[in-house]
């Protein structure tokens, strides 16, 4: 059976180019097979959100440029009634890790997970529900 792929530009900086050749040592057989794969690990994720409901218990960690602890501030702070514990560490010399444990309706987790992930200078943002 014949696949129809679409191409579609996709705008990279050159860390993420680095990385992404990084992970060609996996056996992955190109960029494209990489992206594919990434694509599918966040539908997957979404997936399992959408499944997310009442009641919940997470920990939700991102690592994120040290110049937006302010937008981070920011998001936490609508979100405190949920923040059972907060620990924001510096980990290099221009990124800042956040562990969040998070207790609270599945629908606030679910947004905090959200505004973080969709921020340009996050550079890693994962939910796990416990
Ligand atoms: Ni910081």
Redesign the pocket.
């Known amino acids: 059976m014949k696949i129809l792929l679409t191409i579609v530009s996709v705008s990279l900086n050159e860390d993420i180019i680095e990385s992404l050749d990084k992970l060609k040592s996996l056996g992955f057989s190109g960029r494209s097979e990489i992206i594919r794969a990434g694509i599918r690990n966040l539908l997957s994720d979404e997936r399992m959100k959408e499944d997310l409901d009442g009641e919940i218990n997470s920990l939700l960690l991102a690592v994120h440029d ?1 110049d937006s ?1 302010d937008q981070v501030s920011s998001i936490r702070h609508d979100f405190d009634k949920i923040i059972i514990v907060h620990l ?3 980990i290099d010399k221009d990124r ?1 890790l956040e562990i969040f444990a998070l207790k609270g309706d599945a629908k606030d987790i679910k947004e905090i997970s959200r505004q973080l992930q969709i921020n340009k200078r996050m550079h890693f943002v994962k939910l796990i529900v416990v």
């Open positions: 040290e602890d924001h560490n510096k800042c």
